[in-house]
Structures are given as structure tokens and as C-alpha cells.
């Protein structure tokens, strides 16, 4: 997991760079420059001798690294316009230097005009207004991590004149640390911004970079070691994080069939799903489970639907009835049957499919949730039928909840529009002792200790029924293959539940290429779990 720091957090990561490790702040400024120069070269297939870039810089430090970028991609070839929206000597410390450079530098090309051309579009000559126009790759140097308001006046229209030029024409906008316009430490959009193709953000990244709306204005994220130790970072107090391959991958590690594993060591699952009307949520969410790898998988029906279930399950998925209700949902007295068969298992999932319109069905899944003998993965009219939650997780029981938007403001209690949903899964989590997986465009993963955990994997394909019923299955095949091998806790239970999700997601972005986003179903995410694996597992 990636710390996402604030933008105070960075300036204050930034300062004892300097001061603690005596690391010059320009050679910082440098080591950006050179990371994103780099990183163009790779993205234009090795070379960049002989392309037209447009670098446009604030007065900032922001502008600082363009300078810097620009004299670096002027060595390596590149016909570079550097533009200066404003004057040298409003620039301060390490900006200013690279500015004065570019100003001595002595450049016989047009394409290339060292330090600053205009102070605003408008009072551009032609030529330049032209120049600014035909550039192939433009790079936005103009604000950095230091917004907090929006842009307005000239530079409000140079913003959204670049947004009509990558509109209308191929051009190529990089972003360095955020997109112009953005404010870091906010993912809503605060004024007209700039759309990048690529943002490198440099050190760790900001929470505009990787939570949407503002997220969606990055483009593809890369994130570049400037120099700043390590340790820096780690210690920095901000417990907002997002997940990384890593972060899967040493659960595969961890998780591995051993030459000595059998069905008891790879986890056991049992699946409470399903109603006379919703059959086909057992069968995703038990199918899901078993397919993530879980050694042996139950799944629980009403005795009306079985037969059913039982047809479509994957061969080696036990299918058991409980009793139901008239209308054939599970009744009260079924949870006694579920809470004995659950003294034998690792983990229980519970709500797909249940429905929550009775209210024996929702005096069941209380029962089950405060009688319960191992951890329990709560999802659909499980959470339902908690709503408003008052309950609490416990450390060796733990409790992970899978609510999307509307779920989650039923366990509220409340029918207003959550506008913080990192702040808020972090509460709920701390207040009731729960894992909670917030899901939507980014899902957030949020912890008791206050972390909470933002997936960058998944996308919009996965928006059609039967998703949550597979979401829930993949999460508890992890958590019991993890039980397996190890006695649950909410430490091992929050990494897991952490890689379940960005390998779900993972599967997600593979199905969406294969099949299309818009014909993408929950079955074919399952069906590309395998690839999944195989591609973290690769060395």
C-alpha cells in the first residue's frame, strides 16, 4: 500500500528531505525532470529527437520542474517551446535558476525560445498563437500541489483552450504532479482544470490523483522517486493509502499451495444466499469462491431453491436447505442450523440474494451475525437487514461489511448525500470495530485502526447485476484460504480483504478487454480470475 499524502504533507516530506538528509531542493527538481523526461522517452518509444513539445510553466515551483524538463528535452533533441506565464523575476529560489538558465542558454532554433514568451494569450503575437496550436506534446507545468482555489481570468482561458486543442487535434497533454486546476487534497473539481493523457506526480501520490471525480482528469498515474528517503513517507500521518500489485502479490505469496496443503489448509467457506426469487446470487457468490482458489465451499439455501442451486453450482460446491419462509426466504429458525454448520468452517459469507422484506429473515441474519462462531462477510439484505447498523466487530470475529452507496447510507441512518466517503468509511469502521468495502468508482476499504485503503483497479463494466454477489464470493475465497494458515485477526483479515479487491478489480480490466465494457458480465469476471493470477504471479 501507497501512502496518499496531503499537499502540507509533501511540503513538510519535502522540507526534511532537504534539511534532515541535506538534499538540495533543486536536485530534487532536477530528479523530477529527469523522471518525467524519461518516462516521455519511454512513452514515444525510445527517442524523443525530432518532436515538437510545448511546455507551459507557472511561476512556481510547478513551472520550475518544466523549465528544468524543457532544457532536459532540448538536450535530448526535441524541438521545445518553453512558455512563462509571467516574468522571471516574479519566480523564487530553484524555479528562478532554471528559468535564468533557459534564458542564457543560446539556441539557434525558433522551436526552442528560452524564458518567456507572453504574459498573456492575448497579447501573443500570431506566430506564437500559432506555436502554442501545432505543438504534438504539451507538458503542464503551471500549477502544482499549492492550488486550493480556482483559476480564473487569462490562465481560465488558456486551461480550456489546451482542454479544445486534445479535444479536437492528436495532441499528447502530460501533467507534472496534478493536473492544472485540481486542488490535491480534494477530489471534487474546484474550477475548469486540465484533462492530462499521463500525470507523473512525483514522491506519493495526492488524493486528486487517485480518487475520482478529480482521479478521471489524470490519465494514466505514474509516480516518480524523486530522491526523498523513504522513511519520510512512512512516517508521515496520513493514513489514507492506495493499493498496489504488491500488495496482492504478497498474499499469493503468502497464500501459495504448499506441497503438504490439502482442502483443510486452503480455507472453508460457507455461502448464506439465495431466496425463491434471487437463486442466481448463491450461485454467483459460491462459484466465485470456490474459483479464487478456497479449498472447500458450502453454499446455504431455502429448501425451495436447492434443487436449483445445487444444478448450477460448480460440481464440487456442497449445496445444503435450511428452512424458509412462506415466501421461501430463510426463516428464524434456520439460523440455529447455520450458526452449528459455521462452528466448522473459516468463514461465513452472508446476505446475496437473502432479501430482507420478512421479518423472520431479518431476525435470522441478526441471530447468525451475534451468535456467530467465525468472521462473517456481510453483504446485500445481510446489511439490510442490519440497517441502521449498532453492532460491533470484534478482533478475532471480524466483521466486514460490503455496502455500495445506498446500503451504506441505510446503515447510517440517513438519507443525505455522503460528500466526504473516505472521512465517513473511516468513522464507521472506527465507531462499530468493522472492515468495511465502500464500493463505487474507486472502492475504499476502510479499517478500525483508521486506515482506509483506496482500489485502483476495477471498472465501470462491472455496473450490472450480479457483480456484488461475485465481489462477495472472490472476498471470502481469500479470507479463507487465509484462515486456512492462519488464526483470524483484523490485521491479516484488512490485507486480505485489500488484495481480494484489487485482484476482483484486476479481473474486471481484463474482462473489459476481451469482451467490452458495455457486454462485460459478472461471470465473465469470474471466468478471468485465472489471468489474474497469472499475471500478478509473474516474475
Sequence with gaps: MQKVLTAEEMREVDRLTTEKYGIPSILLMENAAHAVARIITEKLGGSIAGKSVLVLCGKGNNGGDGAALARILWTLGADVTAHLFGKIEETKSDAEINFQ??????????????????????KASDWQKQ??????????????????????????????????????DEKFIISLDIPSGLSADSFEQIGVNIKADLTVTFTAPKLANVFPPAANFNGELRIANIGSPYELIENSPSRTFVAEKEDAQNWLNKTRVKTDSYKKTRGTA?????????????????????????????????????????????????????????????????AGEVLKLSGKINVVALGC??????????????????????????????????????????????????????????????????????????????????????????????????????????????????????????????????????????????????AALYVAGLAGDIAARKFNKRLMSASNVVGCLAEAFQELEEV
Design 101 to 122: 538558465i533557459l534564458e542564457k542558454l543560446d539556441v539557434d532554433n525558433q522551436e526552442f525560445l528560452p524564458a518567456i514568451l507572453f504574459e498573456e494569450y492575448e
Design 353 to 498: 440474494g437473502l432479501t430482507s422484506d420478512d421479518e423472520s429473515t431479518r431476525s435470522f441474519v441478526c441471530e447468525v451475525i451475534k451468535s456467530r462462531k467465525t468472521p462473517v462477510v456481510i453483504d446485500a439484505d445481510g446489511l439490510n437487514a442490519l440497517a441502521p447498523f449498532d453492532l460491533e466487530g470484534s478482533e478475532k470475529l471480524p466483521l466486514i461489511l460490503t455496502p455500495h452507496i445506498g446500503e451504506f447510507q441505510r446503515l447510517l441512518g440517513t438519507k443525505e448525500d455522503i460528500k466526504d466517503r473516505i472521512k465517513t468509511a473511516r468513522e464507521f469502521s472506527q465507531k462499530h470495530n468493522v472492515i468495511l468495502v465502500l464500493k463505487g468508482e474507486r472502492s475504499l476499504i476502510a479499517a478500525p485502526s483508521g486506515e482506509v485503503v483506496i482500489n485502483p483497479t476495477g471498472n465501470a463494466g462491472i455496473s450490472r447485476a450480479g457483480s456484488g454477489d461475485t465481489l462477495t464470493g472472490i472476498i471470502t475465497g481469500f479470507l479463507a484460504q487465509m484462515y486456512g494458515i492462519e488464526e483470524a485477526n483484523l490485521k491479516n483479515t484488512f490485507k486480505t480483504v485489500v
Design 131 to 168: 506555436n502554442f496550436a501545432s505543438e504534438l506534446i504539451i507538458v503542464d507545468a503551471l500549477f502544482g500541489t499549492g492550488l486550493s482555489k480556482k483559476i480564473e481570468g487569462q490562465l481560465e482561458t488558456v486551461l480550456t483552450r489546451i482542454y479544445g486543442l486534445q479535444k479536437n
Design 270 to 334: 460457507l455461502i448464506i444466499a439465495g431466496s425463491k426469487n434471487y437463486s442466481g446470487a448463491a450461485i454467483l457468490a459460491a462459484n466465485a469462491c470456490f474459483a479464487v482458489g478456497a479449498g472447500m465451499v458450502s453454499v446455504g439455501v431455502p429448501e425451495s431453491v436447492r434443487e436449483i442451486v445445487a444444478a448450477k453450482v460448480l460440481d464440487e460446491i456442497i449445496t445444503r436447505a435450511f428452512p424458509e419462509t412462506k415466501g421461501g426466504a430463510f426463516t428464524k429458525s434456520a
